[in-house]
C-alpha cells in the first residue's frame, strides 16, 4: 500500500465500520495519521483521525477513526467490501466488523 497525503482525489464508498478499535492499537498498527480532523462540527463529534492509501491494484482505500465512539469507518474507491476490509486486515479482527448493506458515497 502507498499512502497518499495530498488528498483522496477520487469517489470513495463508506462500506464498513469496525467497531472497538481504540486510538493507541490504530496508531500502533498504522503510524501516525495522514490527518487529524479536530474541527467536531465537520465530524461526527470529537476528532477523527484518517489514513489513506492506493492499492497495487490501484484502488484508494481509506480508514477514519472516529476517535470518541472507537470506530473504524473503511472507504474504498469500489463497492466491493471486501477491498478494504483485505487492505485494513489488522484491524478488522481487532474489532467486531459491520458492513452495511447500503454502502454510501461519501
Request: glycine letters at 8%; aromatic letters at 12%; proline letters at 6%.
Amino acid at each position: 500500500m502507498k499512502p497518499i497525503t495530498d488528498g483522496v482525489k477520487v469517489e470513495m464508498w463508506q462500506l464498513c465500520c469496525v467497531k472497538g478499535v481504540d486510538r493507541d492499537t490504530v496508531w500502533a498498527t498504522l503510524g501516525r495519521p495522514h490527518f487529524t480532523e479536530t474541527d467536531s462540527h465537520a465530524t461526527y463529534g470529537g476528532e477523527e483521525d484518517w489514513w489513506a492509501f492506493e492499492l497495487e491494484s490501484g484502488h484508494k482505500v481509506a480508514l477514519a477513526l472516529r476517535v470518541p465512539y472507537e470506530q473504524a469507518v473503511l472507504y474504498a474507491s469500489t463497492r466491493d467490501p471486501k477491498v478494504p476490509q483485505g487492505a485494513f486486515a489488522a484491524m478488522v479482527v481487532l474489532g467486531c466488523l459491520e458492513t452495511y448493506e447500503y454502502p454510501v458515497l461519501a
